[in-house]
């Protein structure tokens, strides 16, 4: 089953915040965050295990909520470098990564 | 280390010719990705390998898509009679299945073009 991102979305401002959410109807034993910008390899960006941890880099941050199967990734603000399309991806049992259908990120100066 | 290379960049083929990509991991990488991504959306599991073995492959694809992976180094896709739905970039990714916080590395894909 696919993760459902939102939003599908959104365009800011330089220095504006913003939250992308990825939902999963299925027990989920991680969750990856990659950006993606046009016409190149998604990168990836962190991987939340399951225990309902936050974790964070620079101004990227993201969360997992195990008992809603949800997780929040959290960009600060925000460079015109983060524009780009982000992806969740979550995995079940350790196997391989299904991924969400994206957010849009694009920001302005 | 180079990363995840991925040959051919692009490839234009008639429908209903066979094409096949390799893809060259990170030599450090035990586990080997197939995806496939169509323009606004997100990657599509096709197959993955943990070494040699193919450890899984998307029940949604068709018996025209194999890969392997000898030797558990380099893999490759083959599509036979391609049809015009199976234009997409074709996107290979590696990780090392002991590393719980590493993620995967993607190359930069192959586009496929069937007309």
């Known amino acids: 089953q696919q993760p459902v991102q939102s939003p599908q979305a959104v365009i800011l401002r330089e220095g504006e915040d913003a939250v992308i959410n990825c939902s999963s109807s299925?027990?989920?034993?991680?969750v990856h965050w990659y950006r993606q910008k046009h016409g190149e390899a998604p990168v990836f960006l962190m991987i939340?295990?399951?225990?309902?941890e936050q974790k964070g880099h620079d101004k990227i941050s993201a969360s997992f909520n195990e008992k809603k199967q949800q997780s929040s990734l959290y960009l600060t603000a925000s460079q015109l470098s983060y524009s780009g399309t982000y992806f969740c991806g979550t995995e079940f049992a350790g196997n391989m990564l299904t991924f969400g259908g994206g957010t849009r990120l694009m920001v302005k100066p | 280390d180079t990363g995840v290379s991925q040959n051919p960049r692009h490839k234009i083929t008639k429908r209903g010719q066979n094409v096949t990509f390799r893809c060259d991991p990170i030599?450090?990488?035990?586990?080997l990705y197939w995806y496939r991504q169509t323009l606004g959306q997100g990657p599509e599991f096709l197959t993955y390998?943990?070494?040699?073995?193919?450890?899984?492959k998307s029940r949604l694809l068709s018996d025209r898509f194999s890969a392997e992976r000898p030797k558990g180094s380099f893999s490759t896709l083959e599509i036979q009679r391609t049809e015009q739905g199976d234009s997409a970039m074709y996107l290979c990714?590696?990780?090392?299945?002991?590393?719980?916080?590493?993620?995967?590395?993607f190359g930069s894909g192959t586009r496929l073009t069937v007309v």
């Open positions: 299925k027990a989920l034993y991680s």
């Open positions: 030599s450090e990488h035990n586990r």
């Open positions: 939340l295990l399951k225990g309902g």
């Open positions: 990714a590696s990780s090392f299945v002991l590393d719980a916080t590493g993620g995967y590395t």
């Open positions: 390998f943990q070494n040699e073995a193919q450890l899984e």
